[in-house]
C-alpha cells in the first residue's frame, strides 16, 4: 500500500461523482461502580464509519441472433473508513493485496469486477470467466455463535481456471484444467463439477445434486493433491408443514473423509431441526461462545421449538440439545407473554459429560418510554450470575439512555483457590460485575 496526500482524495470529492454513507455515535459512559474492582470512572466514546462511492461505472455488451455473446463488468472507486486503533479494515471484502491507497485513516479502493462472460443460446449458456466451485448445502443453524457463524463442513473449493456450460432443464457442467504437460500428464492438474437444476419431482417436493473432483499432482503446490465432494438436498412445501433434508459429502488426502448433514422440518405448532457434521472446516466458527469443545470431530445438534402462539396460548418451549456425541448439553427453555409488555422465561439445562446442572429465569418489561430486562441463573458449582437494565430511546428524543448491572457471573465468590497461590488470593478475578449508566447519541 501507499500512503498518499488527502490533495488526491480533496480533488476526487470535487468531481461531484460522490453517493456517501456516514454514520456514528458519540457516547458517554459512566461506571458507577466496578464492584470486581471498587472502582468508578467516566469514558467518552466516538465511532464513525463511513463508505464514499467516488464513482461507479457499469459497461455491457450484447450481440444479436440465435446464438449471441454477453458480457458485463463494473468499475468502481470507493472509500471507507479504517479502524482508528489497528489501521485495518471491517470491510470483508477489503485485503491487503487489494488495490488500494491509505489516506490516513481512510482506503481509497479500485475495485474492477467481471458480472459475466457468456455465450447463449435457447435454453442455454457458456461461461468464459471460470468454473463453479463446489457447492454447500449443508450448514448449522442451532449452536450459532456471537457473530451468527456456524459449525460448516466444507470441502475445501479449490478450482481452475476454465468454462462452465449450462443448460436450463439440466444443470451446470465445470470443465477446467490451469495447466498441462503431454509429456508427463501426471504433473496436469484438472477440474471437473456438475450440479443439476432445481428438479420438480411432484407439486410440493423439489431436489437438487452437485459432484466435484478436483486433482492436481504438482507436488510443489501441494501435497494435498485429489478431491472429490458431493452434496445433495430436498425440500417438501406444502399449505401444512414443510421438510428439507441437506448433506455435503467430500473426500482429501489431507482431512480424509468428511461429511455433514442438516434436517429441517415444520409441522405446527413444532420446528424441528438437527444437523450431524465432522471435522469442521469454518474457522470463523468460534466455540468458547458454547459449551462445544474446540477440538471436537464429530458433532450432533438438535432443536425442538413448540409455538402455541397459533393457539391462543401465549407460549413457547424450546428444548436444544449441543455436542450430543460427546458431552451431552441439553437445554429447555419456556417462554410465556403474560400480557402485551411483559414476558418471562425459566430454563434448565444439564450436561451429562460433567453432570453439572443449571437453572435460570428472567423477565423483560417494555413500555412506550422504557424497556426493563433481568436475568439470574444458578448451577451445580454454586456459581450465580444476574444481569439488569433498564434503556429508554423516546425519554430524550434522539438519545439512548441506559443503566445497567452487566458481568455479575460469580455473586457467591465460589471462584476456586489453587493451593499454591498466596493466602486469600482467587486464582481469577471476583465476578461481581459493573453498574455503568451511559448516554448514547446516534447519527
Not at 474457522?283 to 450432533?300: G, P, S
Amino acid at each position: 500500500m501507499k500512503k498518499v496526500s488527502t490533495l488526491l482524495l480533496t480533488g476526487l470529492l470535487g468531481t461531484g461523482m460522490v453517493f456517501a454513507g456516514f454514520s456514528g455515535t458519540a457516547s458517554l459512559e459512566n461506571t458507577l461502580v466496578d464492584l470486581d474492582n471498587s472502582t468508578f470512572g467516566m469514558k467518552n466514546n466516538t465511532e464513525w464509519d463511513a463508505e464514499i462511492e467516488l464513482y461507479s461505472t457499469t459497461a455491457e455488451a450484447v450481440g444479436e441472433g440465435d446464438v449471441y455473446a454477453e458480457i458485463s463488468a463494473t468499475f468502481s472507486l470507493t472509500t471507507s473508513a479504517l479502524d482508528e486503533e489497528t489501521g485495518s479494515s471491517d470491510d470483508a471484502g477489503y485485503n491487503e493485496s487489494d488495490n488500494a491507497l491509505v489516506l490516513e485513516d481512510v482506503k481509497l479502493i479500485a475495485d474492477f469486477d467481471l458480472k459475466y462472460a457468456n455465450i447463449v443460446g435457447d435454453g442455454w449458456k457458456l461461461s468464459i470467466s471460470g468454473v463453479n466451485g463446489p457447492v454447500d448445502y449443508a450448514a448449522d443453524t442451532i449452536a450459532l455463535d456471537d457473530d451468527d457463524d456456524a459449525y460448516n463442513y466444507s470441502v475445501n473449493g479449490r478450482t481452475t481456471a476454465g468454462l462452465a456450460v449450462t443448460v436450463d432443464e439440466l444443470g451446470t457442467l465445470s470443465l477446467g484444467y490451469e495447466k498441462g504437460d503431454f509429456k508427463a500428464l501426471k504433473d496436469s492438474d484438472g477440474y471437473v463439477s456438475y450440479e443439476t437444476a432445481s428438479l420438480a419431482l411432484s407439486e410440493n417436493l423439489t431436489a437438487q445434486a452437485s459432484a466435484s473432483v478436483y486433482l492436481n499432482n504438482d507436488a510443489l503446490e501441494t501435497d494435498n493433491n485429489f478431491e472429490v465432494a458431493g452434496s445433495a438436498k430436498v425440500d417438501y412445501v406444502s399449505a401444512d408443514y414443510s421438510a428439507s433434508v441437506a448433506a455435503d459429502l467430500g473426500y482429501d488426502l489431507e482431512n480424509k473423509f468428511g461429511m455433514d448433514a442438516l434436517l429441517s422440518v415444520a409441522v405446527a405448532p413444532l420446528t424441528i431441526d438437527a444437523y450431524y457434521g465432522t471435522v469442521n472446516t469454518n474457522d470463523d466458527y468460534d466455540f468458547d461462545d458454547t459449551a462445544l469443545t474446540t477440538d471436537v470431530e464429530k458433532l450432533l445438534n438438535a432443536k425442538i421449538v413448540a409455538d402455541l402462539n397459533d393457539f391462543d396460548v401465549p407460549l413457547t418451549v424450546t428444548f436444544t440439545g449441543l455436542d450430543l456425541v460427546n458431552i451431552q448439553d441439553l437445554d429447555v427453555k419456556a417462554e410465556l407473554a403474560v400480557n402485551e409488555a411483559l414476558s418471562a422465561y425459566v430454563s434448565g439445562g444439564y450436561v451429562l459429560d460433567t453432570a453439572v446442572w443449571s437453572l435460570g429465569t428472567g423477565a423483560t418489561y417494555t413500555t412506550d418510554v422504557y424497556t426493563a430486562a433481568a436475568d439470574v441463573s444458578y448451577n451445580k458449582n454454586k456459581m450465580l450470575a444476574a444481569s439488569a437494565s433498564i434503556e429508554s430511546t423516546t425519554l430524550v428524543d434522539g438519545a439512548t439512555l441506559k443503566l445497567a448491572w452487566a458481568d455479575g457471573d460469580d455473586l457467591l465468590h465460589t471462584t476456586v483457590y489453587s493451593s499454591t497461590a498466596v493466602a486469600g488470593t482467587p486464582q481469577a478475578d471476583l465476578d461481581l460485575g459493573s453498574v455503568t449508566a451511559s448516554c448514547t447519541i446516534e447519527f
